[in-house]
């Protein structure tokens, strides 16, 4: 087929030719040209089958190489699979030989553990067997040993027996010979003896009884000085005295223009509101607040503070900061109350009285914080009963609080230890406690060792060098005694006593106090301080009416 097309194209193209050349030929007849065509067509017949064998040959040339290089190519890679297939048998036999020697040398070595683990069963069961025998010889030796003392038992009992009625028979015989030359009966003798012997006995006696009470009481002293001495020195605890003044270091000096405001009214409303002097003077970077009360001093220290830090100073927000430091400073009482009853080891105390007892964490005694000197005692007592051999909980429950009445004394007439004992038992403490802490101040007669004891480590603790300061004391009692001089005038808000004492400002409420009676007040206030107090210097009375309209724009 592929001749036949081969021989029209090419004829085909022979005709295509001689047309084109006939032009210049010269003419032929018609059978010429059928000749020619013929022997022209035959010519490429026998071209084309030249060709055509031609391209034959040669596709079978390709065919065959073709085919060679596929042989070729199938022989290599079966021999690259052969080669693989001979390496992967190789690998896997290594493999095999490699897993059944590791085999062999972990058999070895178990085999040979156990061979030693054997040996050393064997030792110890010969060790057993050996160590076994030789107890059975101490057994058999013990029985034998055993046998020869109960021997020896019975033959001394023997002689005890005999040696027991010889004694008898003597001492029937030395008493009827003594009867015989005092000229006296057993019975009248014995009955002189004693009395004789109860005698010497009773003068023995009372000569003893006063030398053991002169050597109990002389110890007893001694023991008792010991015991305190060690207590204080174990506690060892830094006293802080309490002042009336607070430091607050600034970031830079141009907060104090700040501080003070346009005209002074930051600082005017900052005292008024807090009732803490603001000092403001040549200290670098820092101002001083000063008030006798430490609860408003702490709250003005906050707030000021939190105004520094913030950077907006005005009266309104002031006030705002105001209010949210006195919030903290309730959280920072109860924290300091809750840290303290840790530290005791207390756990079970009531939760109504947490948070009058973190009140004391601002309340001082004669310069010493009632707190810390809560601690302190109860830690004294505490090592006092453990030298004495006494249970030490309640002791130190006791000690503890035995001042939570001075959270109070301001609030309910009457003694701190009597204030303090009575709430004790209204919240459920025991008796023990509540005794304890009524009779601290001899105010009731103590009659436990608790009482004792607590009377005991509060003076300690009290008696320290350096723990109290009575002008400090005598100082802080005239400016509270001015505030409420101030506060029992009707219509009165608020008082504060600033300048250390010189100046009383008397806040009143204007719907109930007009000006002239602000001016009455004033007066008489100056009148009674003068009357009842004495001071140094002056003391100016500043009653502070003021009058508020607030609407909210919506």
Request: charged share 30%; proline share 2%.
């Amino acid at each position: 087929m592929l001749i036949l097309i081969l021989g029209l194209r090419f004829l085909s193209l022979y005709a295509g030719r001689s047309a084109a050349g006939g032009v210049t030929q010269r003419p032929v007849d018609g059978h010429d040209r059928v000749a020619e065509a013929e022997i022209e067509a035959e010519a490429v017949r026998q071209r084309g089958m030249k060709e055509a064998d031609a391209a034959r040959r040669a596709a079978e040339v390709e065919i065959e190489s073709l085919r060679r290089a596929v042989q070729t190519e199938v022989a290599a890679a079966r021999a690259s699979a052969e080669a693989a297939k001979v390496r992967a048998d190789k690998a896997a036999e290594d493999l095999l030989a490699d897993a059944r020697r590791t085999a062999e040398r972990e058999s070895e070595s178990r085999l040979a553990a156990l061979a030693t683990r054997e040996e050393q069963l064997t030792a110890r069961t010969q060790a057993l067997d050996h160590r076994e025998s030789e107890l059975d010889t101490q057994a058999r030796e013990l029985q034998a040993h055993r046998a020869e003392l109960d021997a020896e038992g019975a033959a001394l009992e023997e002689l005890r027996s005999e040696l027991t009625a010889a004694t008898v028979r003597q001492e029937h015989e030395h008493i009827a010979a003594l009867e015989r030359v005092a000229a006296l009966t057993t019975e009248e003798a014995k009955v002189e003896l004693l009395n004789s012997v109860e005698a010497t006995a009773r003068r023995d006696a009372a000569a003893l009884v006063r030398t053991i009470e002169t050597e109990a009481r002389a110890e007893a002293t001694d023991r008792a000085r010991a015991i305190v001495v060690d207590a204080v020195q174990r506690i060892a605890s830094e006293q802080t005295t309490e002042t009336v003044v607070s430091v607050l270091h600034l970031p830079s000096d141009e907060m104090k223009g700040r501080i003070i405001g346009r005209e002074g009214r930051n600082i005017r409303a900052f005292e008024s509101v807090t009732g803490v002097n603001v000092i403001i003077d040549d200290t670098p970077e820092a101002v001083l607040l000063s008030c006798f009360d430490p609860v408003r001093r702490e709250i003005a220290r906050i707030t000021l503070e939190k105004l520094v830090l913030d950077g907006r100073i005005h009266p309104h927000r002031i006030e705002e900061i105001y209010e949210t430091a006195k919030v903290e400073v309730d959280e920072l009482c109860l924290r300091a109350a809750r840290d303290s009853l840790a530290g005791i080891g207390i756990t079970d105390l009531d939760e109504r009285l947490i948070p009058t007892l973190g009140r004391l964490k601002y309340r001082t005694s004669y310069g010493q914080n009632v707190l810390g000197h809560l601690t302190e005692t109860a830690h004294i007592a505490g090592i006092m009963a453990s030298e004495l051999g006494l249970e030490p909980s309640v002791i130190k429950r006791a000690a503890f609080l035995h001042d939570i009445g001075k959270a109070l004394t301001h609030e309910v007439e009457g003694s701190h230890a009597i204030i303090g004992a009575d709430l004790l038992r209204r919240y459920g403490e025991s008796e023990a406690v509540a005794h304890a802490v009524e009779a601290h101040h001899n105010e009731v007669q103590p009659r436990t060792v608790e009482a004792v004891l607590t009377q005991a480590a509060d003076a300690c603790s009290a008696a320290r060098p350096g723990a109290r300061r009575e002008s400090l004391e005598v100082y802080v009692k005239r400016l509270e005694r001015i505030e409420q001089i101030a506060t029992a005038r009707p219509g009165v808000e608020r008082v504060f006593a600033m300048q250390s004492g010189r100046e009383v400002r008397v806040m009143v409420l204007p719907e109930q106090v007009d000006d002239l009676a602000a001016g009455v007040i004033a007066r008489e206030v100056a009148k009674q301080i003068e009357d009842e107090l004495t001071y140094p210097g002056q003391i100016r009375v500043t009653v502070v009416r003021e009058s508020r309209a607030t609407e909210v724009a919506h």
